[in-house]
């Protein structure tokens, strides 16, 4: 079973910035086409896309995010990155990384979420 591990959440002031890192466990064994990327998910709300990345690096950004966020992927190692910028009080949430292997019964994963809190 594929795990995600994420890092890089945290407590920041509006506008300004915070990268988030994730790293899928025994990635030898992920399929090499594969999507990975990130969604979030406040209480009381329906987890929500951010981005994502595919392998040949095509990406796909929620219309909230774009122009603030970048979201970028080593499938050498099968770690997506989020580059977030411009930060603001609505983008505080708990943020999750996503796998997901692009092939018939392909496995998908969830991490566990990273907290992600904008205020001043």
């Known amino acids: 079973q594929v795990q995600l591990v994420e890092s890089g959440g945290g407590l920041v002031q509006p506008g300004g910035s915070l990268r988030l890192s994730c790293t899928a466990s025994d990635s030898g064994s992920i399929f090499a086409i594969n999507t990975m990327g990130w969604y979030r998910q406040v209480p009381g709300k329906q987890r929500e896309l951010v981005a994502t990345i595919t392998s040949s690096q095509r990406t796909n950004y929620a219309d909230s995010v774009k122009g603030r966020f970048a979201v970028s992927k080593d499938n050498a190692k099968q770690t997506v990155y989020l580059q977030m910028n411009s930060l603001k009080p609505e983008d505080t949430a708990k943020y999750y990384c996503?796998?997901?292997?692009?092939?018939?019964?392909?496995?998908?994963?969830w991490g566990q979420g990273t907290p992600v809190t904008v205020s001043p």
């Open positions: 996503y796998l997901r292997e692009d092939r018939a019964r392909g496995r998908e994963a």
